[in-house]
């Protein structure tokens, strides 16, 4: 399985985005997919998951109610819609698919980047 993370760019606080993670592979309906992101000097952090078969998501707290995780199988393609963008909200995006028997994640796209000026 292969991802592509797209979607970023510069936008003011306030603003929506939405960012895209397509796969290749047919295994890539089976795995949950989260995304994370990374801020320069803090720890990466899990932003919200979705199960292989849908369902409600989990979201971090800090995102919880501005962002919004859907998935499409059938298009491989797992979004995260992201309104009421904050400055702290800029950062590296990842998404990773959840394949590893200890729950890990083994799959990542290559990131995009968000940022928020205010």
């Known amino acids: 399985v292969q991802l592509q993370a797209s979607g970023g760019g510069l936008v003011q606080a306030g603003d929506s985005l939405t960012l895209s993670c397509t796969a290749s592979g047919r295994s890539f309906s089976s795995y949950s997919v989260a995304w994370f992101r990374r801020t320069p000097g803090k720890e990466r952090e899990i932003v919200g998951r979705i199960r292989w078969s849908g369902g409600e998501p989990y979201y971090a707290d800090a995102v919880k109610g501005r962002f919004t995780i859907s998935r499409d199988n059938s298009k491989k393609t797992v979004l995260l819609q992201m309104n009421s963008l904050k400055p702290e909200d800029t950062a590296v995006y990842y998404c990773?698919?959840?394949?590893?028997?200890?729950?890990?994640?083994?799959?990542w796209g290559q990131g995009t980047q968000v940022t928020v000026s205010s």
């Open positions: 990773a698919a959840q394949n590893l028997p200890d729950g890990s994640y083994g799959y």
